[in-house]
Nanobody, 129 residues
Framework: QVQLVESGGGLVQVGDSLRLSCAASGHTFSDYTMGWFRQASGTEREFAAAISWSGGHTVYADSVKGRFTISRDNAKNTVYLQMNSLTPEDTAVYYC??????????????????????WGQGTQVTVSS
């Protein structure tokens, strides 16, 4: 069992940057593939990014590719999501997730919430125009 706590959300302007953090506790952090999802009001939860247990492989949704960067620090039990060039379309609650699966290479299955076993409570990101 792992507990996940997100932080770093807030209200920003178009073009600004934010870095989200997700602190994990309760189990060996490097045992997990980590993901970030987001959910805008009235929509389904959608994939943003994922990172393999070692940090050696990352995947991104097309909507954030080139603007967002996922990273992890296994020594600090933390995964990050650096978000640049934010737009109002990025407004959502951002959720951190952990999967018990531990592949070296992340296939497309990691774009879907069902593969993840644990979820944080989410942090709100609002981008104002």
């Amino acid at each position: 069992q792992v507990q996940l706590v997100e932080s770093g959300g807030g209200l920003v302007q178009v073009g600004d940057s934010l870095r989200l953090s997700c602190a994990a506790s309760g189990h060996t952090f490097s045992d997990y593939t980590m993901g970030w999802f987001r959910q805008a009001s009235g929509t389904e939860r959608e994939f943003a990014a994922a990172i393999s247990w070692s940090g050696g492989h990352t995947v991104y949704a097309d909507s954030v590719k080139g603007r967002f960067t996922i990273s992890r620090d296994n020594a600090k039990n933390t995964v990050y999501l650096q978000m640049n060039s934010l737009t109002p379309e990025d407004t959502a609650v951002y959720y951190c997730s952990a999967s018990n699966q531990r592949p070296i290479y992340l296939g497309s299955i990691y774009n879907y919430p069902n593969i993840y076993d644990y979820w944080g409570q989410g942090t709100q990101v609002t981008v104002s125009s």
